[in-house]
Nanobody, 126 residues
Framework: QVQLVESGGGLVQAGGSLRLSCAAS????????MGWFRQAPGKEREFVAA????????YDADSVKGRFTISRDNTKNMVYLQMNSLKPEDTAVYYC???????????????????WGQGTQVTISS
């Protein structure tokens, strides 16, 4: 069992930065693929970025690549999402999730995640 708690959301102006954190409890954190998803009002939840437990990161190229960076600290059971050059369209609830899979393709799929956090609100003003 893994419990995930996100933090770091807030209200920032366009062009600003935020760093989201996700604290994981439970054993074997280092063997989980970790992902960030987001859900904007009236839209479906979408993949943002993921970190394989074996190393290597995946990003949604169209929306965030080059602006967002995922990282993890297995010694602290933490995963982070550094978000730079924020845009109003980045406004959403951001979720941290843990997956037993390590495939880049699977880690982009919401259905392949086993555990989810409660989400943290990110609002970008224009």
């Amino acid at each position: 069992q893994v419990q995930l708690v996100e933090s770091g959301g807030g209200l920032v102006q366009a062009g600003g930065s935020l760093r989201l954190s996700c604290a994981a409890s439970g054993r074997s954190f280092s063997t989980y693929g970790m992902g960030w998803f987001r859900q904007a009002p009236g839209k479906e939840r979408e993949f943002v970025a993921a970190s394989k437990w074996s190393g290597g990161d995946i990003y949604d190229a169209d929306s965030v690549k080059g602006r967002f960076t995922i990282s993890r600290d297995n010694t602290k059971n933490m995963v982070y999402l550094q978000m730079n050059s924020l845009k109003p369209e980045d406004t959403a609830v951001y979720y941290c999730a843990a997956s037993r899979y390590n495939s880049g393709s699977y880690l982009q799929m919401e259905s392949k995640y086993d555990y989810w956090g409660q989400g943290t609100q990110v609002t970008i003003s224009s």
